[in-house]
């Protein structure tokens, strides 16, 4: 597996707006545009880092796994993001070796991406995310051209899906 580097950190909070107005004041950090991912039961908000990205994502309503998270942890660091170069090479490469990874899905247009069980990274929530598109995140000038790879799901088809079911017992170190 060839990982690119990290793609962004993934803050749960319960208010997208008043996490997003903390960040500014105290770091200076600019926000992207709210973005609803609906295949996560979110709305997500890209903050500038430098170079990197900081996502806030807040839950869309009470049953989605980032508000059954708030409710267990509260607010707080969710999970770290991957960008790799070939995602299906590697959630192959991981199931190879035993771990479980969700099916990868293309939640926003643009990017794909997969979770891995949290009882193979040591309580680490880690999500593999692949671009397909011209989107990139904030001062990241590095995503791949407009061409989206062949055999994709449409980020259409993937809206109207129901959110991805990341229960405790399938994505988190509890087994």
């Not at 996502?55 to 409710?71: G, K």
């Not at 479980?100 to 979770?115: D, K, N, Q, W, Y």
Request: no cysteine; aromatic share 4%.
């Amino acid at each position: 597996m060839k990982i690119i580097g990290v793609h962004h950190v993934t803050v749960a909070v319960r208010d997208l707006e008043g996490a997003r107005a903390d960040f500014a004041r105290l770091f200076g950090m600019e926000a992207g545009a709210v973005a609803a991912v609906p295949a996560f039961g979110v709305r997500v908000q890209d903050l500038a880092a430098g170079g990197d990205a900081l996502q806030l994502a807040a839950p869309d309503s009470a049953d989605t796994p980032v508000m059954r998270f708030i409710e267990r942890k509260g607010e707080g660091f969710y999970n770290l993001a991957l960008e790799v170069e070939d995602l299906d090479s590697a959630v192959d490469e991981l199931a190879r070796q035993g771990v479980r990874v969700s099916r990868p899905a293309e939640a926003t247009p643009g990017l794909r991406s997969a979770f891995v069980a949290m009882a193979a990274t040591h309580g680490l929530s880690i999500q593999l995310v692949e671009r397909i598109g011209a989107r990139a995140a904030p001062g990241r000038e590095d995503a791949r051209g407009p061409d989206e790879a062949p055999g994709r799901e449409p980020a259409a088809a993937a809206a109207e899906t129901p959110p991805l079911d990341l229960t405790p017992d399938e994505w988190s170190d509890v087994d």
